[in-house]
Protein backbone atom coordinates (compact mmCIF):
# COMPACT_ATOMS: atom_id res chain seq x y z
CA UNK A 1 0.00 0.00 0.00
CA UNK A 2 1.02 3.26 -0.57
CA UNK A 3 1.26 6.51 2.02
CA UNK A 4 -1.31 8.18 -0.29
CA UNK A 5 -3.89 5.72 -0.36
CA UNK A 6 -4.30 5.97 3.60
CA UNK A 7 -5.17 9.71 3.19
CA UNK A 8 -8.78 10.41 3.37
CA UNK A 9 -9.27 13.39 1.13
CA UNK A 10 -7.53 11.02 -1.87
CA UNK A 11 -10.12 8.34 -1.26
CA UNK A 12 -12.91 11.09 -1.68
CA UNK A 13 -11.28 12.25 -4.75
CA UNK A 14 -11.58 8.98 -6.30
CA UNK A 15 -14.75 8.82 -5.96
CA UNK A 16 -15.54 12.53 -6.80
CA UNK A 17 -13.71 11.15 -9.80
CA UNK A 18 -15.86 8.59 -10.60
CA UNK A 19 -19.03 11.06 -10.02
CA UNK A 20 -17.40 12.44 -12.29
CA UNK A 21 -17.13 10.31 -15.12
CA UNK A 22 -20.42 8.98 -14.18
CA UNK A 23 -22.46 12.13 -14.93
CA UNK A 24 -19.89 13.42 -18.32
CA UNK A 25 -20.77 9.97 -19.45
CA UNK A 26 -24.01 10.76 -20.51
CA UNK A 27 -22.94 14.23 -22.17
CA UNK A 28 -23.41 14.20 -25.83
CA UNK A 29 -21.15 12.94 -28.46
CA UNK A 30 -19.86 15.57 -29.76
CA UNK A 31 -18.93 17.23 -26.15
CA UNK A 32 -16.33 13.93 -25.64
CA UNK A 33 -13.23 15.99 -26.35
CA UNK A 34 -14.13 19.35 -25.05
CA UNK A 35 -16.27 19.37 -21.45
CA UNK A 36 -16.12 15.94 -20.76
CA UNK A 37 -12.37 15.35 -21.69
CA UNK A 38 -11.49 18.25 -19.23
CA UNK A 39 -13.40 17.97 -16.69
CA UNK A 40 -12.67 14.24 -16.49
CA UNK A 41 -9.02 15.61 -16.50
CA UNK A 42 -9.61 17.82 -13.93
CA UNK A 43 -11.42 15.45 -11.51
CA UNK A 44 -8.10 13.09 -12.37
CA UNK A 45 -5.91 15.70 -11.12
CA UNK A 46 -7.13 15.98 -7.86
CA UNK A 47 -6.09 12.70 -6.62
CA UNK A 48 -3.15 12.94 -8.47
CA UNK A 49 -1.85 15.64 -7.13
CA UNK A 50 -2.66 14.69 -3.68
CA UNK A 51 -0.56 11.51 -4.24
CA UNK A 52 2.15 13.01 -5.67
CA UNK A 53 2.40 15.74 -2.98
CA UNK A 54 2.43 12.97 -0.53
CA UNK A 55 5.43 11.29 -1.70
CA UNK A 56 7.45 14.74 -1.64
CA UNK A 57 9.76 14.64 1.67
CA UNK A 58 8.77 18.27 2.95
CA UNK A 59 5.80 19.83 3.89
CA UNK A 60 6.70 23.04 1.39
CA UNK A 61 6.14 20.58 -1.42
CA UNK A 62 2.86 18.77 -0.22
CA UNK A 63 1.49 22.30 0.09
CA UNK A 64 2.24 23.09 -3.22
CA UNK A 65 0.42 20.08 -4.93
CA UNK A 66 -2.67 20.63 -2.39
CA UNK A 67 -2.72 23.76 -4.31
CA UNK A 68 -3.01 22.38 -7.42
CA UNK A 69 -4.96 19.73 -6.51
CA UNK A 70 -7.65 22.74 -5.19
CA UNK A 71 -7.22 24.59 -8.14
CA UNK A 72 -8.11 21.48 -10.30
CA UNK A 73 -11.43 21.09 -8.20
CA UNK A 74 -12.49 24.63 -8.80
CA UNK A 75 -11.73 23.69 -12.85
CA UNK A 76 -14.43 20.77 -12.11
CA UNK A 77 -16.90 23.07 -10.73
CA UNK A 78 -16.45 25.69 -13.40
CA UNK A 79 -17.15 22.62 -16.26
CA UNK A 80 -19.67 21.61 -14.12
CA UNK A 81 -21.40 25.04 -14.56
CA UNK A 82 -20.81 25.66 -18.17
CA UNK A 83 -22.40 22.39 -18.45
CA UNK A 84 -25.44 22.83 -16.63
CA UNK A 85 -25.81 26.35 -18.82
CA UNK A 86 -25.28 23.88 -21.92
CA UNK A 87 -28.13 21.72 -20.56
CA UNK A 88 -25.90 18.60 -19.96
CA UNK A 89 -26.11 18.56 -16.36
CA UNK A 90 -29.25 19.03 -14.93
CA UNK A 91 -30.03 20.93 -12.05
CA UNK A 92 -29.91 17.90 -9.83
CA UNK A 93 -26.55 16.87 -11.00
CA UNK A 94 -25.24 19.61 -10.88
CA UNK A 95 -25.75 20.81 -7.13
CA UNK A 96 -24.87 17.05 -6.05
CA UNK A 97 -20.83 17.91 -8.14
CA UNK A 98 -21.00 21.01 -6.00
CA UNK A 99 -21.73 19.51 -2.78
CA UNK A 100 -19.07 16.71 -3.19
CA UNK A 101 -16.77 19.25 -4.37
CA UNK A 102 -17.23 21.44 -1.43
CA UNK A 103 -16.75 18.80 1.03
CA UNK A 104 -13.67 18.13 -0.93
CA UNK A 105 -12.27 21.12 -0.21
CA UNK A 106 -13.11 21.15 2.98
CA UNK A 107 -10.65 18.43 3.35
CA UNK A 108 -8.18 19.88 1.51
CA UNK A 109 -7.82 23.01 3.16
CA UNK A 110 -8.05 20.95 6.62
CA UNK A 111 -4.72 18.66 4.98
CA UNK A 112 -2.96 22.22 4.14
CA UNK A 113 -3.43 23.29 7.65
CA UNK A 114 -1.86 19.97 9.08
CA UNK A 115 0.79 20.84 6.83
CA UNK A 116 1.36 23.90 8.50
CA UNK A 117 0.97 23.11 11.39
CA UNK A 118 -1.88 24.90 12.45
CA UNK A 119 -4.94 23.88 14.49
Known amino acids: ?26 FPEDERFDLTRMMRRASVSISSNIA ?14 IAVAASSLDEVVLLAAMSLKQGFLSETEFQGLCATAEEQREMLRALRRSLRGEP
Request: net charge neutral.
Open 52 to 65: EGSLRKSSRSFLHF
Open 1 to 26: MFGFEKIEVWERAIEFADIVYSVTGR
